[in-house]
T-cell receptor, first 114, second 113 residues
Framework: DAKTTQPNSMESNEEEPVHLPCNHS???????IHWYRQLPSQGPEYVIH???SNVNNRMASLAIAEDRKSSTLILHRATLRDAAVYYC???????????????FGKGTLLTVNP | GAGVSQSPRYKVAKRGQDVALRCDPI?????LFWYQQALGQGPEFLTY????????KSGLPSDRFFAERPEGSVSTLKIQRTQQEDSAVYLC???????????FGNGTRLTVT
């Protein structure tokens, strides 16, 4: 599986934007970039995903480099509830197009200061 | 609406006991996944079902681990003769299929003493 590299931890202040980086230099053309986050004592929660173009949803934005070897998850205004571990994952869809697994790394622990 | 439900939320087992962990996926979701998460680590893939078919069990750590989904809905992860290294949070996730996101339950925390 193609691997991702993320900083172990980052810190932010409440109500400021947060940019969470992810490197994936071995990404292949059909790999989707997915982001999940995990709050304490909960299961992971889907945040956003994309293939080539930048994506926006109500939770966050995903900026994908032109060569697709890196991406950045952007939280526009961090709140205390955004404190979590953020995982950047390359999702392999098999040749049949079937739904397939996510391979998690260690993620980035985001701390939000009040 | 109802999300993925897992039970029990906590389970303490003595070494050597068998345990069964239950997952109720979101109704209509074709795909179901089991993950194991050790303390301080990211979730590790165990196995994947598409309806009742177990298409990938490459992540199961030993033959003491067994998963089933006989009617394509509820799934059970069974661990026989539990060992201390089995202590972890076991997460279940379901998905409608394709590139749809996975919906995770809050897991079962298994402690083997």
């Amino acid at each position: 599986d193609a691997k991702t590299t993320q900083p172990n931890s980052m810190e932010s202040n409440e109500e400021e934007p947060v940019h969470l980086p992810c490197n994936h230099s071995t990404i292949s053309g059909t790999d989707y970039i997915h982001w999940y986050r995990q709050l304490p004592s909960q299961g992971p929660e889907y945040v956003i995903h994309g293939l080539t173009s930048n994506v926006n949803n109500r939770m966050a934005s995903l900026a994908i480099a032109e060569d697709r070897k890196s991406s950045t998850l952007i939280l526009h205004r961090a709140t205390l509830r955004d404190a979590a571990v953020y995982y950047c994952i390359l999702r392999v869809i098999n040749s049949g197009g079937s739904n397939y697994k996510l391979t998690f790394g260690k993620g980035t622990l985001l701390t939000v200061n009040p | 609406g109802a999300g993925v439900s897992q039970s029990p939320r906590y389970k303490v087992a003595k070494r050597g006991q068998d345990v069964a962990l239950r997952c109720d996926p979101i109704s209509g979701h074709v795909s179901l996944f089991w993950y194991q998460q050790a303390l301080g680590q990211g979730p590790e893939f165990l196995t994947y079902f598409q309806n009742e078919a177990q298409l990938d069990k490459s992540g199961l750590p030993s033959d003491r681990f067994f998963a089933e989904r006989p009617e394509g809905s509820v799934s059970t992860l069974k661990i026989q003769r539990t060992q201390q290294e089995d202590s972890a949070v076991y997460l279940c996730a379901s998905s409608p299929g394709g590139n749809s996101p996975l919906h995770f339950g809050n897991g079962t925390r298994l402690t083997v003493t």
